[in-house]
Each structure stands twice: as structure tokens, then as C-alpha cells.
């Protein structure tokens, strides 16, 4: 399984944009790269994900490097909401069900 | 539409029981995951269900096992528990239609506590 390589941890300022990197060097063609958060004493929920192009949900953005072999997940306006564990994960079509969490990214939100 | 539902949502045990923990997936959702959280290793895979079937396990012994009900609703039970085994256990369900990318909707997990 291709593995993902991201900060420990990060802060940022309410209601400033959040940029929270990872590389993943190794990845396959086929590689799928999701985001999910852990906020506290919850269990973690789906962020956003993306292949090649860059991608915008509600929550987040997506930029992938057109190498692939990194990508960004941007808050646009961090809220204390947002306080949580950001993961980077990568996933191939034998996966199926499997998530394989790293460390993840603890992103801490300052008022 | 609710969310995963997992229950207990707390448990304490002793060391050589048994437990079993139960997941209600999301209404419409084949595929539960089951995954186990612990400050020094973190979220680790144990093993997915797919329409009964077990289709992916994680590098967990024998003593963690788990089925998958017709209804979709799955358990998992731990054997000889261990006091390693004290973790927060979550379950999640998708859509999963074979080998799929749907992304997975956590349950808040049971802690279990062995002593």
C-alpha cells in the first residue's frame, strides 16, 4: 500500500485559509487521494478526494500537483469547528472497504 | 436519514472475556468496516463486510472476528481479551458496490475497557 507522509501538526487563525499538505511519492496511477477528519471524541468523517484534477466540495478544496506525487488540502476560512485531525489517505480499487490511516495532520484553530 | 449507529457505546471487561460489539449501518449501505483506534499505533484496520462476506481483513490475530447479517447490520467479537485490546473501536458503512472509492461514514465507536 502506497503511503502518505503529512505534518504533524498545524495552527492556523480563525477565519484565515488553512493549507495542510501531503506526499505521497509513491502512489500508482490508479490511486485515488481522500481526505478525512477526526474531530474530538468523534469518529472521523469524509472530507473530500480526488484523481487528477483539483477538486471543491462544501468543506474543502482539493489541489493535486500535476505529478501527483503531492497534494493540498485548503480550508478556505478556518473556523474553531475545524479543530480536528486531518488525514491523507490513498486508495486503489483492491482496497474496497480498507482506509489505511497514517498520523494524520492535527490542525489546531486559534480565536 | 440516521447515521451509523454502534453500540454499546461503552464497555468494560476482563481480561480472558469475550465481547461483542454491534454496528447498524447507514439504511441502504452493503459494505461495514470495522476499525480499531489507540493512542500508540492510531486507527487501524481490522476487516470489511460485504453482502455477508468477508472481503478484507487487516493484520489483526484470530481472536478479533466479525460477521455481516443479511440486513447489513454486522458484529465483531473479540476472544481472550487482552489488556492491549483496550481501544476505541469504530465502525463504518458505505455504499460499496464492489471494488469501489464511496467514501465511509463512521459510527462514534465503542470504547472498550479491559482490566
Known amino acids: 500500500d502506497a503511503k502518505t507522509t503529512q505534518p504533524n501538526s498545524m495552527e492556523s487563525n480563525e477565519e484565515e485559509p488553512v493549507h495542510l499538505p501531503c506526499n505521497h511519492s509513491t502512489i500508482s496511477g490508479t490511486d485515488y487521494i481522500h481526505w478525512y477528519r477526526q474531530l474530538p471524541s468523534q469518529g472521523p468523517e469524509y472530507v473530500i478526494h480526488g484523481l487528477t484534477s483539483n477538486v471543491n466540495n462544501r468543506m474543502a478544496s482539493l489541489a493535486i500537483a500535476e505529478d501527483r506525487k503531492s497534494s493540498t488540502l485548503i480550508l478556505h476560512r478556518a473556523t474553531l469547528r475545524d479543530a480536528a485531525v486531518y488525514y491523507c489517505i490513498l486508495r486503489g480499487s483492491s482496497n474496497t472497504g480498507k482506509l489505511i490511516f497514517g498520523q494524520g495532520t492535527t490542525l489546531q484553530v486559534k480565536p | 436519514k440516521a447515521g451509523v449507529t454502534q453500540t454499546p457505546r461503552y464497555l468494560i471487561k476482563t481480561r480472558g472475556q469475550q465481547v461483542t460489539l454491534s454496528c447498524s449501518p447507514i439504511?441502504?449501505?452493503?459494505?461495514v468496516s470495522w476499525y480499531q483506534q489507540t493512542p500508540g499505533q492510531g486507527l487501524q484496520f481490522l476487516f470489511e463486510y460485504f453482502s455477508e462476506t468477508q472481503r478484507n481483513k487487516g493484520n489483526f490475530p484470530g481472536r478479533f472476528s466479525g460477521r455481516q447479517f443479511s440486513n447489513s447490520r454486522s458484529e465483531m467479537n473479540v476472544s481472550t481479551l487482552e489488556l492491549g485490546d483496550s481501544a476505541l473501536y469504530l465502525c463504518?458503512?458505505?455504499?460499496?458496490?464492489?471494488?469501489?472509492?464511496?467514501?465511509?461514514?463512521f459510527g462514534p465507536g465503542t470504547r472498550l475497557t479491559v482490566t
Open positions: 439504511s441502504g449501505h452493503r459494505s
Open positions: 463504518a458503512s458505505s455504499l460499496a458496490k464492489g471494488a469501489d472509492l464511496y467514501e465511509q461514514y
